[in-house]
């Protein structure tokens, strides 16, 4: 599990992602909300991961 680095303690937004190994969500990546480590997950294919991340560094979700 990693932490961003641009959580902490005094700000409100905090996000943790894992790489999944086990079946059936081996190849997945899981995110949750670190400040509810018991809540639910959003889980996505680790392509889908990639695709999106390179949207966010070519500017495609800019306002």
């Known amino acids: 599990m990693k932490k961003s680095s641009y959580s902490g303690d005094s700000q409100g937004q ?36 990639a695709g999106f991340l390179a949207d966010v560094r070519d500017g495609e979700f800019d306002v």
């Open 14 to 49: 905090c996000v943790e992602v894992a790489a999944l190994t086990a079946a059936p969500f081996a190849g997945m990546r899981a995110f949750r909300d670190s400040k509810n480590p018991d809540g639910s997950a959003l889980v996505f294919p680790e392509s889908s991961v």
